[in-house]
């Protein structure tokens, strides 16, 4: 799949997340107006630096959730990328 213009597609990954050293959840809100995932597919004007692969903290506001290849992705523009987590933080 290649995504077009500045759009994103993410497998959901719901892990629970905290900070570096362990120590403090994320609250309860963040998961209410946002979620984690993992990008599939990133279009050519994606500015935000993401690329396949990483871990990232979305917006739930303006996403939408489509079927491909019997799995749920969720499609998001690159603004709505709220951060880039980096390996090992969140888990």
Same mark, same amino acid.
């Given at each position: 799949?290649?995504? &077009?213009? %500045? ?15 362990? $120590?403090?959840? &994320? ?9 984690? #995932? ?18 990232? $903290? ?11 290849? #019997? ?6 523009? %690159?603004?709505?990328? &709220? ?9």
């Amino acid at each position: 799949m290649q995504a &077009l213009k %500045d759009n994103v597609f993410f497998k959901r990954d719901d892990k629970p997340s905290r900070s570096p050293s362990g $120590l403090i959840e &994320l609250p309860p809100q963040v998961g209410e107006n946002s979620m984690f #995932g993992v990008a599939v597919a990133v279009g050519p004007d994606v500015k935000s630096g993401i690329v396949v692969g990483d871990r990232a $903290l979305i917006g739930k506001v303006g996403g939408q959730t489509v079927r491909y290849l #019997g799995e749920d992705l969720v499609v998001v523009k %690159d603004a709505n990328v &709220l951060a880039i987590v980096e390996q090992g933080e969140g888990e």
